[in-house]
């Protein structure tokens, strides 16, 4: 029996997913995150899994973790002292950047300080010109005496980003093979190996990130992978990439910066199976946990990838899923401002110590909070009964700091919470739907994480979306997302011209040069030729534009019809973007991109039977409070529920993982992959209708 684990940790709980090779049932467990070492949460939740399926550590074939690691050391600011080294005259790129405001007309808006500090730059009297020339090489004995100084510094990751180096890495490649002799226990990062592309400023940030995270993540990786190997198990360690690809630890230690959303693109994945198994082709993600919200999109059946992001101010580019992050999560913290009004987030009580309702000594109100005191979330325990629940505490903490300053009820306040909680997620969700040319209306809303399903309703209401679809394991479906991914490798080389002057043999030599490089790359791991795939775009923009768009070729050859084709395609994808373009204008090739898949056998989709005919009674009922009015509410066990179901609102569905609440006016069915489909129920309107005009 062949097993597959896959492990997400998260800012509150950490998401274990089991599933058989062979039949495609999945076990699930959610664990308690360990902050101070996020290996421990890992380890007990794995522990756990396998006490309750009683399995044989021997039968996992495959152990693939989303790790947040990089992404915490980032935000915390808690990475290694890190030195750059540069041409001379680029020393303070990161400190220039683009120029750009962070907030047009915020007066007091300021940068975030650079991760290396200007005291920590060096610069090396070296030089390659725009043609990739060496017109200055590098003197051994400057780089010896830096050695030195590096050693009194006490630097424990050094960063090399030499100018115009993606053209010719002969400098950088030859200054790490000096450092490297000097320095061996230092961590050593190329530009040209991260990102070889132009661009001075992201470049030089991308590689930062990457050298300033490093020794952290190989710290963490290496002893976690100790970890699992003293449990004997047999899988090699894989980690999630933030483009929703798999790598191997020691990919991952080279290149942490590919991490930084690596849980988060888990969901995105699975969120692309649910659309190829359902038919619903276009969806808004919402993953919502303990402490944030991801939302993504996907058109068409597709996800959406970008190479341009930023973690804080710092721009990353390299290939990942296009999503948004914001502060909006079930243990976001609310609080009256200093104009009297409700705010929530961006603050959260985290795993320690937790909304106030957990009972581990929090203090603040928070969105959590204001559920259990709405009856949403079950006010006896959740977790199966694991974590108890203290609503009466959450009352008073609520009435404290909130509905008394505000001169309401706790119920009021509650409710308030999660009104602002709802508007803060759906103005993030805006950004990756409407402000990139997308109709909400034309999406349904597919909702996971632990809290995502809890808010879902009033969401969609707000978006306009067609329905919403809750897939079978909420709370866990970043962890189960992983176990759909294939290996994946991106790679990038810089081709600048006018695109009416290409050189088409030279283009296509270079993309032979990148698939060669990947197959290396997919051999090495274990791949044979009939199992990888490639996929091939250029990057493109209007003459003297800063910024382009990926645009994917046909095929793996550039010739003057798919040259063409690529053409049209980035005038209809810049009047999506930009809301106009210009037909008669030339475009440049800026860079040629490569991505290699391989194909990793996907564990058996379960399809569920609609035979059984017998409707499943609640397990309990409930009062929750709706659009300011207690409703009497049954509470059903997702277990009980068959393919066919129907169930009109109000109703909530509680599962190990999450709570799904059914709203009044909306009604559900269980389709045959058990996704729940949550619609507008004609009924249901007609209900609150009544109780509306009731009050009157």
Same mark, same amino acid.
């Given at each position: 029996?062949?097993?597959?684990?896959?492990?997400?940790?998260?800012?509150?709980?950490?998401?274990?997913?089991?599933?058989?090779?062979?039949?495609?049932?999945?076990?699930?467990?959610?664990?308690?995150?360990?902050?101070?070492?996020?290996?421990?949460?890992?380890?007990?939740?794995?522990?756990?899994?396998?006490?309750?399926?009683?399995?044989?550590?021997?039968?996992?074939?495959?152990?693939?973790?989303?790790?947040?690691?990089?992404?915490?050391?980032?935000?915390?600011?808690?990475?290694?002292?890190?030195?750059?080294?540069?041409?001379?005259?680029?020393?303070?790129?990161?400190?220039?950047?683009?120029?750009?405001?962070?907030?047009?007309?915020?007066?007091?808006?300021?940068?975030?300080?650079?991760?290396?500090?200007?005291?920590?730059?060096?610069?090396?009297?070296?030089?390659?010109?725009?043609?990739?020339?060496?017109?200055?090489?590098?003197?051994?004995?400057?780089?010896?005496?830096?050695?030195?100084?590096?050693?009194?510094?006490?630097?424990?990751?050094?960063?090399?980003?030499?100018?115009?180096?993606?053209?010719?890495?002969?400098?950088?490649?030859?200054?790490?093979?000096?450092?490297?002799?000097?320095?061996?226990?230092?961590?050593?990062?190329?530009?040209?190996?991260?990102?070889?592309?132009?661009?001075?400023?992201?470049?030089?940030?991308?590689?930062?990130?990457?050298?300033?995270?490093?020794?952290?993540?190989?710290?963490?990786?290496?002893?976690?992978?100790?970890?699992?190997?003293?449990?004997?198990?047999?899988?090699?360690?894989?980690?999630?990439?933030?483009?929703?690809?798999?790598?191997?630890?020691?990919?991952?230690?080279?290149?942490?910066?590919?991490?930084?959303?690596?849980?988060?693109?888990?969901?995105?994945?699975?969120?692309?199976?649910?659309?190829?198994?359902?038919?619903?082709?276009?969806?808004?993600?919402?993953?919502?946990?303990?402490?944030?919200?991801?939302?993504?999109?996907?058109?068409?059946?597709?996800?959406?990838?970008?190479?341009?992001?930023?973690?804080?101010?710092?721009?990353?580019?390299?290939?990942?899923?296009?999503?948004?992050?914001?502060?909006?999560?079930?243990?976001?913290? &609310?609080?009256?401002?200093?104009?009297?009004?409700?705010?929530?987030?961006?603050?959260?009580?985290?795993?320690?110590?937790?909304?106030?309702?957990?009972?581990?000594?929090?203090?603040?109100?928070?969105?959590?909070?204001?559920?259990?005191?709405?009856?949403?979330?079950?006010?006896?325990?959740?977790?199966?009964?694991?974590?108890?629940?203290?609503?009466?505490?959450?009352?008073?903490?609520?009435?404290?700091?909130?509905?008394?300053?505000?001169?309401?009820?706790?119920?009021?306040?509650?409710?308030?919470?999660?009104?602002?909680?709802?508007?803060?997620?759906?103005?993030?969700?805006?950004?990756?739907?409407?402000?990139?040319?997308?109709?909400?209306?034309?999406?349904?809303?597919?909702?996971?994480?632990?809290?995502?399903?809890?808010?879902?309703?009033?969401?969609?209401?707000?978006?306009?979306?067609?329905?919403?679809?809750?897939?079978?394991?909420?709370?866990?479906?970043?962890?189960?997302?992983?176990?759909?991914?294939?290996?994946?490798?991106?790679?990038?080389?810089?081709?600048?011209?006018?695109?009416?002057?290409?050189?088409?043999?030279?283009?296509?030599?270079?993309?032979?040069?990148?698939?060669?490089?990947?197959?290396?790359?997919?051999?090495?791991?274990?791949?044979?030729?009939?199992?990888?795939?490639?996929?091939?775009?250029?990057?493109?923009?209007?003459?003297?534009? &800063?910024?382009?768009?990926?645009?994917?070729?046909?095929?793996?050859?550039?010739?003057?019809?798919?040259?063409?084709? &690529?053409?049209?395609?980035?005038?209809?994808?810049?009047?999506?973007?930009?809301?106009?373009?210009?037909?008669?204008?030339?475009?440049?090739?800026?860079?040629?991109?490569?991505?290699?898949?391989?194909?990793?056998?996907?564990?058996?989709?379960?399809?569920?039977?609609?035979?059984?005919?017998?409707?499943?009674?609640?397990?309990?009922?409930?009062?929750?409070?709706?659009?300011?009015?207690?409703?009497?509410?049954?509470?059903?066990?997702?277990?009980?529920?068959?393919?066919?179901?129907?169930?009109?609102?109000?109703?909530?569905?509680?599962?190990?993982?999450?709570?799904?609440?059914?709203?009044?006016?909306?009604?559900?069915?269980?389709?045959?992959?058990?996704?729940?489909?949550?619609?507008?129920?004609?009924?249901?309107?007609?209900?609150?209708?009544?109780?509306?005009? &009731?009050?009157?």
């Amino acid at each position: 029996m062949s097993l597959r684990i896959g492990v997400d940790t998260g800012g509150t709980f950490t998401d274990v997913a089991l599933i058989l090779e062979e039949t495609g049932e999945t076990f699930i467990t959610k664990v308690p995150s360990t902050p101070e070492n996020s290996s421990i949460g890992v380890l007990n939740g794995v522990k756990q899994i396998m006490a309750e399926t009683n399995n044989s550590y021997h039968d996992l074939s495959f152990f693939i973790h989303g790790s947040t690691v990089a992404t915490n050391t980032l935000l915390e600011k808690k990475g290694a002292k890190t030195v750059l080294l540069t041409t001379k005259g680029f020393k303070d790129v990161l400190q220039i950047g683009r120029q750009t405001r962070p907030k047009l007309y915020d007066f007091r808006a300021r940068r975030s300080e650079p991760l290396i500090p200007r005291n920590l730059r060096w610069e090396v009297e070296e030089r390659v010109n725009a043609q990739g020339e060496v017109v200055k090489p590098i003197q051994e004995q400057e780089i010896i005496g830096l050695a030195e100084e590096l050693k009194k510094v006490g630097a424990e990751s050094v960063v090399i980003c030499f100018i115009n180096s993606f053209l010719n890495p002969e400098n950088e490649i030859l200054v790490k093979q000096i450092l490297s002799k000097h320095l061996t226990d230092v961590s050593i990062t190329l530009s040209y190996e991260v990102l070889p592309e132009i661009k001075e400023y992201e470049r030089t940030s991308t590689v930062a990130v990457n050298g300033y995270v490093m020794p952290k993540m190989k710290f963490y990786l290496q002893y976690l992978e100790k970890e699992l190997k003293t449990l004997e198990i047999s899988s090699d360690l894989y980690i999630m990439q933030s483009n929703g690809g798999v790598i191997s630890t020691d990919k991952a230690v080279e290149m942490p910066v590919r991490t930084v959303l690596s849980g988060p693109a888990g969901g995105v994945i699975a969120a692309g199976n649910v659309a190829d198994m359902t038919g619903h082709g276009n969806l808004i993600t919402i993953d919502m946990g303990g402490t944030s919200l991801d939302t993504a999109l996907i058109a068409n059946g597709k996800p959406q990838y970008t190479t341009t992001s930023k973690i804080e101010d710092y721009p990353i580019h390299v290939p990942m899923v296009e999503m948004h992050t914001i502060g909006s999560g079930g243990g976001s913290i &609310a609080w009256i401002d200093s104009g009297g009004a409700l705010r929530v987030g961006p603050h959260s009580a985290g795993a320690d110590p937790g909304p106030v309702c957990y009972g581990k000594g929090g203090t603040e109100p928070t969105v959590s909070d204001a559920n259990v005191i709405l009856g949403r979330i079950n006010p006896d325990s959740i977790l199966g009964g694991r974590m108890k629940m203290d609503i009466e505490r959450a009352r008073e903490v609520i009435q404290e700091k909130i509905a008394n300053p505000l001169g309401i009820t706790v119920e009021e306040a509650a409710e308030g919470i999660l009104k602002v909680v709802n508007a803060n997620m759906v103005r993030g969700i805006r950004v990756i739907s409407v402000e990139k040319g997308h109709d909400s209306r034309d999406f349904s809303l597919l909702a996971f994480g632990g809290a995502g399903p809890l808010h879902a309703g009033d969401i969609a209401n707000e978006l306009g979306c067609k329905n919403i679809i809750i897939p079978p394991n909420p709370g866990i479906m970043c962890a189960t997302g992983m176990l759909m991914a294939d290996v994946r490798h991106d790679y990038v080389q810089s081709l600048i011209s006018v695109i009416s002057a290409l050189q088409l043999d030279d283009a296509n030599k270079r993309i032979m040069e990148l698939k060669n490089q990947a197959f290396t790359d997919l051999t090495r791991e274990g791949f044979h030729s009939e199992i990888i795939d490639y996929n091939v775009s250029l990057d493109l923009r209007y003459r003297n534009q &800063a910024y382009e768009l990926n645009i994917p070729l046909s095929g793996m050859v550039v010739n003057e019809g798919a040259l063409q084709q &690529a053409i049209k395609d980035f005038h209809i994808t810049h009047e999506k973007v930009y809301g106009f373009n210009r037909l008669e204008e030339d475009l440049e090739v800026v860079n040629i991109r490569l991505i290699a898949f391989g194909r990793i056998n996907k564990p058996k989709q379960q399809e569920l039977s609609g035979s059984v005919h017998q409707n499943p009674l609640p397990i309990a009922e409930r009062d929750v409070f709706f659009q300011g009015d207690f409703y009497p509410t049954a509470v059903y066990q997702r277990e009980d529920l068959h393919v066919g179901f129907v169930l009109h609102g109000p109703a909530i569905i509680e599962q190990l993982d999450s709570t799904i609440v059914i709203h009044p006016n909306q009604q559900i069915q269980v389709d045959e992959y058990n996704n729940l489909l949550i619609q507008n129920s004609t009924q249901g309107m007609k209900e609150v209708m009544k109780r509306e005009t &009731a009050k009157y």
